[in-house]
């Protein structure tokens, strides 16, 4: 357990259909980012925050997909007309990251347990 | 753009070696090395930056080149623990700072008695 949860687990839903799933980072982790990963396949990154600010999106990311994190805390991915192609596991990872005195620096991120989504 | 790993998928037996290796066509500022086991979410094993260090945590350690933009993950006396599909992250060294991973499609290490 890596302090990174996800709610639902699972979830299934029928085409058309809407769907949210909620992230809670490790607490003191201002990064959340958000990955989608198939069947034999590495998770694909789809966009992270810092803080409350959305910094970057990936071209993965349709209109039909918006993630928050209103508070700089928790964040929601939501799914808009859901489709077939869709059904994946929703990874969301967490991690801390200090101002380097000079250069850039990275972060090491945590992931949680995921939410497998199925499109019916 | 995804890195590739290899090999593909390994058998191993208990207390054998293992080298997995992940390439990039990318100048990278840091590679991040995962294990998945079916069903899991990715468990971070370490994490290296461009420089070229190697790490170790316990049997396992790693190395990255970053001249030939290369990193590999080395698994000594292997245990049956050490089943899954192994993951390496890409985080390319642009002006920008982008902070993305990008992952290889894994490795798949089985040990068997």
């Known amino acids: 357990d890596t302090g990174v949860s996800q709610d639902p687990r699972h979830k299934i839903t029928k085409r058309g259909q809407n769907v949210t799933f909620r992230c809670d980072p490790i607490?003191?982790?201002?990064?959340l980012y958000w990955y989608r990963q198939t069947l034999g396949q590495g998770p694909e990154f789809l966009t992270y925050?810092?803080?409350?600010?959305?910094?970057?999106k990936s071209r993965l990311l349709s209109d039909r997909f918006s993630a928050e994190r209103p508070k700089g805390s928790f964040s929601t991915l939501e799914i808009q007309r859901t489709e077939q192609g869709d059904s994946a596991m929703y990874l969301c990872?967490?991690?801390?990251?200090?101002?380097?005195?000079?250069?850039?620096?990275?972060?090491?991120?945590?992931f949680g347990p995921g939410t497998r989504l199925t499109v019916l | 753009q995804q890195p590739v790993q290899s090999p593909q998928a390994v058998i191993l037996r208990e207390g054998e070696d293992a080298v997995i290796n992940c390439s990039s066509s990318?100048?990278?500022?840091?590679v991040h090395w995962y294990r998945q086991k079916h069903g899991e979410a990715p468990v971070f094993l370490m994490i290296?930056?461009?420089?070229?260090e190697q790490k170790g945590h316990d049997k396992i350690s790693a190395s990255f080149n970053e001249k030939k933009q290369q990193s590999s993950l080395y698994l000594t006396a292997s245990q049956l623990s050490y089943s899954g599909t192994y993951f390496c992250?890409?985080?390319?060294?642009?002006?920008?700072?982008?902070?993305?991973?990008?992952f290889g499609k894994g490795t798949k290490l089985s040990v068997i008695p």
């Open positions: 990872a967490s991690g801390i990251y200090l101002p380097p005195a000079g250069g850039r620096s990275t972060d090491t991120q945590y």
């Open positions: 607490s003191e982790h201002n990064r």
């Open positions: 925050f810092q803080n409350e600010a959305q910094l970057e």
């Open positions: 990318k100048a990278l500022y840091s």
């Open positions: 290296l930056l461009k420089g070229g």
């Open positions: 992250g890409t985080e390319e060294d642009s002006g920008a700072g982008s902070y993305q991973l990008t």
